[in-house]
């Protein structure tokens, strides 16, 4: 069928469009466009070609449940085709017969039983690991339909096997295309700024975020950390509180566990564009009980909503350097089903002078699950040893 709506696209829909590769590996910076154009592109592809199986990955499921899912159902309430959503199943189903299945690849597994996949999209692509990618490869072997594999991700580390595998070995079943905040023109013109403020504080992720390009972490700041499965976990804890970083870019939430001085990160609440009253139906569903929430002391209206809606939340000690000081003091450990925290731990680096000096101040983007732990464990750490009173919601 042809195109019966105007779509407001950006660069990665057309070079999608136009690529006839298997593989296409949409590398880009913050703000680009490129996980959108996927959506686009393959939204189109599903309304166009009748009985199309799409498969839409990310690392974990709750990664999927508040980013390609609701895009692409966004997407396709633009087009005159009725869709039903199995939230159980996790399958979106169009009129014409094409589906589309949102599956995480924590367990491989998962994905075997899944017949005649036509096209697979992989968000966040730097989340999988080679083994990961070639599992999902392997699957996609359709019977008449032409196969697309489509991944889209930020070049956070030179040494990726993404670089190593495609790029540098020039593989000729795929393509890589580019794209940068300057190919989206519907970006904000206050994350435009956010962006382009990267080049005072942080030439590395100035490369990354606002050039595309593959970045060298240079500066970590936490090297006490590891991922972890649920097979690695302590039986009990010691104690659960959770950190909680407003922002209407992102909102993170992580739930912190301790035992024997060690830290676990075990969950994580990682979305975009939440109105408070939002992120209380989030938190009610989240399990939080009668557990502590030390959240951002710099929104006490938000604060104090959140309280009267029955969570013991209080403002955290928001100091960075010893916030930081104490999340280095004990082993962490991340459970793999936090990808943003993950994410994020990996990229946390410090500033840098005109010289290339390190300063003691972390680079501020893409910080936002850092700043929820560090106002847990900080605030945790202090309100045991009687220091945390004059912090109370009064």
């Given at each position: 069928m042809s195109d019966p709506v105007k779509l407001k696209v950006t660069k990665s829909f057309y070079d999608l469009r136009r690529s006839k590769k298997r593989i296409k590996l949409l590398r880009g910076g913050g703000g680009s466009g490129k996980s959108f154009g996927a959506a686009q592109h393959f939204s189109l592809r599903a309304v166009e070609n009748p009985g199309e199986t799409i498969l839409v990955a990310r690392k974990t499921l709750p990664a999927l449940k508040v980013s390609c899912i609701p895009l692409i159902r966004s997407i396709l309430r633009e087009f005159p085709i009725r869709t039903a959503y199995n939230k159980s199943e996790n399958v979106l189903v169009l009129e014409n017969g094409s589906k589309f299945i949102f599956k995480s690849v924590d367990d491989v597994e998962k994905i075997k039983s899944i017949a005649d996949i036509t096209a697979i999209w992989a968000e966040e692509l730097t989340e999988f690991g080679l083994e990961d990618f070639r599992q999902l490869n392997i699957r996609l072997r359709p019977e008449k339909a032409i196969p697309e594999f489509v991944g889209s991700f930020n070049p956070i580390d030179a040494n990726h096997w993404i670089k190593r595998e495609y790029e540098d070995k020039k593989d000729k079943t795929a393509e890589i295309f580019l794209s940068t905040y300057q190919d989206n023109p519907f970006l904000t013109?206050?994350?435009?700024?956010?962006?382009?403020?990267?080049?005072?504080?942080?030439?590395?992720?100035?490369?990354?975020?606002?050039?595309?390009?593959?970045?060298?972490?240079?500066?970590?700041?936490?090297?006490?950390?590891?991922?972890?499965?649920?097979?690695?976990?302590?039986?009990?804890?010691?104690?659960?509180?959770?950190?909680?970083?407003?922002?209407?870019?992102?909102?993170?939430?992580?739930?912190?566990?301790?035992?024997?001085?060690?830290?676990?990160?075990?969950?994580?609440?990682?979305?975009?564009?939440?109105?408070?009253?939002?992120?209380?139906?989030?938190?009610?569903?989240?399990?939080?009980?009668?557990?502590?929430?030390?959240?951002?002391?710099?929104?006490?209206?938000?604060?104090?909503?959140?309280?009267?809606?029955?969570?013991?939340?209080r403002p955290a000690n928001k100091s960075v350097p010893d916030g930081i000081d104490c999340m280095k003091r004990r082993p962490m450990f991340i459970r793999k089903e936090c990808p943003n925290t993950i994410k994020e731990i990996q990229g946390y680096v410090w500033k840098k002078d005109k010289n290339g000096n390190l300063l003691d101040d972390p680079v501020k983007f893409n910080d936002h699950a850092m700043d929820a732990c560090r106002y847990a464990i900080l605030s945790d750490w202090e309100s045991k040893r009687g220091g945390y009173q004059r912090f109370m919601v009064r």
């Open positions: 013109a206050d994350y435009i700024q956010i962006l382009e403020d990267l080049q005072s504080q942080d030439q590395n992720y100035y490369r990354i975020y606002c050039k595309g390009e593959w970045g060298i972490a240079e500066g970590v700041i936490y090297s006490n950390w590891q991922v972890i499965n649920n097979s690695e976990l302590p039986p009990t804890y010691d104690d659960e509180f959770y950190g909680l970083d407003f922002g209407f870019h992102r909102t993170a939430l992580v739930k912190v566990c301790t035992r024997d001085e060690k830290v676990y990160i075990m969950r994580e609440l990682y979305e975009s564009g939440l109105t408070n009253s939002e992120l209380i139906e989030r938190l009610k569903l989240f399990g939080i009980g009668n557990r502590t929430i030390y959240a951002d002391s710099a929104e006490p209206a938000r604060i104090k909503e959140i309280y009267r809606a029955g969570f013991d939340i």
